[in-house]
């Protein structure tokens, strides 16, 4: 075989040879191709790319109005958490309760749950007595005294449009204890200032001891002189303390804007 032969033959298989590293190279998929991720990590490229697509709109929607944090809200210190829980108030300014006898204010700082029932709590010592205030914040219960308000919105609390009148007065249901083996039920009155964050016990009435208060309503129409109904479960007199409460009883109570009354 003659030179010129060898070469022609030679550079055909090159010639051959560099077409089908071009053809597969041109043929690679997605499949076939890596990238490394800024963590380090090597993802394949078409996982790598739905990754960076999902992660910027989650940075966009993260960046929206609806999840921002308000740059004016800033953390009180010693925030009240009674405050913040029940009435959303990021205040130093606590809930206090007034013992029915004595006049001492007890303030609620933290939550109990008792027999499924949960209760904002504190822990009082007044001279030689030592015991608890329990309140049923759960049954806390509005009052509207505004007779401008559509008599089907009687039970929401009134919000002037002033913002130095918006206040919420409302009742609700507590208890007292000692060292005895004494639970005394009250019904407070209440009135809840929004535009100072505070909030005032303006009066209680005792409902009784050891009972189990079911519902507490105004009574409608919800007029002056304005009459609160609580119903709950007592003992007959013949019963001992530690039975069971069964006998049904209805109350009413007589309430302003400024204080509360037996409706005997």
Known sequence: MSTFVKLTVVATIVVLGILAV???????TNDDIFMVMEDGGVMQYDEAMAKKHADAVANEALSTPEFAVPSEVKPVANASEVMGKLFSLNTANPFE???????????????????QTEFAMGDYQDGE????????????TPLNFDPALNPDTEN????????KMQTMPFVAPFIVTTQGSGVF??????????????????????????????????????????????TYRDRAPSQAMSEE?????????????????SGH
Not at 97 to 115: A, D, M, W
Not at 129 to 140: A, T
Not at 156 to 163: C, F, K, L, N, V
Not at 250 to 257: F, N
Request: zero cysteines.
């Open 185 to 230: 039920w009250y019904l407070g009155l209440f009135n809840l200032d929004y535009s100072q964050n505070t909030l005032k016990h303006l009066g209680s009435v005792m409902l009784g001891d050891r009972i189990e208060v079911d519902s507490i309503e105004p009574v409608y129409p919800f007029e002056s002189p304005y009459k609160i109904a609580v």
């Open 97 to 115: 309760v007034k013992l029915p006898e004595g006049n001492k204010s007890v303030v609620l700082t933290h939550f109990i749950k008792v027999k």
């Open 245 to 261: 409460p069964k006998v049904v009883k209805t109350v009413e109570m007589t309430v302003s804007e400024s204080q509360i009354s």
């Open 22 to 28: 071009g053809i597969y190279r041109f043929n690679m």
């Open 156 to 163: 929401q609390a009134p919000i002037s449009d002033d913002p």
């Open 129 to 140: 007595v030592k015991g608890r205030v329990l309140l049923d914040y759960m049954r806390i």
